[in-house]
């Protein structure tokens, strides 16, 4: 009996525990709403290219962006214990050069003016930079992260419709939008294989590196971390320079998804769902302890609430607002206070199981 217990207060503690709840609840909805929301069909679509179709492919299809952003911003929260409001500004940025460079003077073309592989590096290049800009704010002039991050947030947007001239662009090379829709021969969404490849690339860099382990540090004790020998401005600094790498590879998803760059809307308020996904993921707004995981999950929860209300024909400008009902209730359940009244609960409800809550919790 103790040991079932035990069990299921280390179930409930669990950090995957509320995300994976949150997916159950919105699956048996659908299913009560519409059974045939989690049909995939396999056919020839406008473009005659054969592939995968259905919500359940959309969802993850659509939240490889999102879900990218969670990666990075889960590790500039542990390490510094705050976040960056400016990944949408700085998508933009990215975007922005890669659809000039491509397009070069023309705002409506099919022809390649720069190589993609060249867009792509200076894309990349200027992303990181706008994390590493972020980065010094925080580390070095020790700046709170949101309010660092506004500077970029505020001017982002500005600086893509310098590089762009404010002027909307169109460019629909087949090669282009290959990566935003699917690969010749490949059925299945190019953004789900390239989020794949990332998310595996960052599987091992945290399994074989001591990155995981000092970002960890420095959010719990960074003067603990700095008696131990760590950096903690290097490590500050890394972790929002790696951020600008998940900023690009967002970024250039979502402008090759939509084959379309203006600057004051695009991605705009992604940064608010990045911030909710690394919530709903059980992570501590406040730094320290992480997975990387279960942000990911979490922003698959959003995007899994955007379609389930999109399927129960939720008007658009309503959209946000039970959006953010579901997402504060999950958040307010999710969080470590939350948790800890539930353990006090348990142990008052269940005495004999005392010392085994304790040693679980």
């Known amino acids: 009996m103790k040991s079932a217990k035990a069990t299921l207060l280390k179930i409930v503690s669990n950090q995957m525990f509320i995300p994976i709840v949150a ?148 460019f629909s090379a087949p090669s282009f939008k290959a990566f935003g829709h699917t690969l010749p021969g490949i059925p299945i969404p190019t953004p789900i294989i390239i989020s794949v490849v990332c998310f595996i690339l960052i599987a091992l860099v945290l399994k074989f590196t001591t990155l995981g382990l000092y970002v960890q540090s420095v959010g719990i004790n960074e003067n603990s971390a700095r008696l131990n020998g760590l950096n903690p401005i290097a490590i500050k600094l890394a972790s929002y320079v790696i951020l600008g790498v998940c900023v690009c590879v967002a970024g250039f998803v979502t402008v090759t998804r939509t084959g379309t760059f203006i600057s004051s809307t695009f991605a705009k308020d992604i940064e608010m769902d990045a911030i909710l996904a690394v919530a709903l993921g059980g992570n501590a707004l406040s730094g320290g302890k992480f997975n990387i995981a279960s942000s990911v999950i979490g922003a698959y929860v959003i995007q899994y609430l955007k379609t389930t209300l999109n399927a129960f024909g939720v008007e658009a400008v309503a959209l946000p607002a039970y959006k953010a009902l579901v997402i504060i209730a999950l958040v307010i359940i999710s969080s470590p206070s939350a948790r800890e009244w539930f353990v006090n609960k348990w142990r008052m409800i269940m005495p004999k199981s005392k010392n085994t809550a304790k040693e679980v919790a």
């Open 23 to 170: 997916i159950l609840i919105l699956t048996i909805v659908n299913l009560i709403g519409d059974p045939s929301f989690f049909a995939i069909s396999y056919g020839e679509n406008s473009e005659g290219a054969w592939l995968f179709s259905g919500n359940p492919v959309n969802i993850i299809d659509n939240g490889t962006s999102l879900a990218m952003l969670a990666i990075g911003m889960t590790l500039v929260t542990a390490a510094s214990g705050g976040q960056d409001i400016s990944v949408g500004a700085a998508m933009a940025i990215a975007a922005g050069v890669i659809i000039k460079m491509v397009s070069g003077e023309l705002t409506v073309s099919s022809d390649y003016a720069s190589p993609l592989i060249v867009a792509l590096l200076v894309a990349l290049l200027a992303s990181m930079l706008c994390g590493l800009f972020n980065g010094v704010l925080v580390s070095f002039l020790k700046i709170q992260p949101m309010v660092a991050t506004l500077v970029l947030y505020t001017a982002g947007r500005s600086i893509a419709g310098w590089i762009t001239g404010n002027l909307s662009y169109k």
